[in-house]
């Protein structure tokens, strides 16, 4: 069966927060519902002109479970999507604080 893409949301954050934007894509199995893959990134140009621009985030294309930040990438444990979703809200929330 065919992954599908349940959830394709993109939010502008405004300047007086930290400028950006933030990303969320799910992919579920079209059969079972299961979760396949996942895309949480805050992308600002401004503070990281590379890796397209994501300064922080977390997906599990390519090689497995991973953590970007500025541009390294690391592995990660993947404990569930939940726990996942959370630590990018920390990361996230630390840079907006740094400003």
Known sequence: MADVKIIDESHKISDKRGNGKLRREIWVDEATGKLTRYNLAYINHNIHAGDNG????????????????????????????????????QDWMALKDQK
Request: charged share 30%; proline share 3%; aromatic share 16%.
């Open 54 to 89: 994501r300064v922080v985030g977390y997906d599990n294309a390519h090689d497995g479970h991973h953590r970007h930040y500025f541009g390294v990438v690391e592995p990660i444990e993947f404990v569930s999507f939940e726990d996942t979703e959370k630590r990018f809200g």
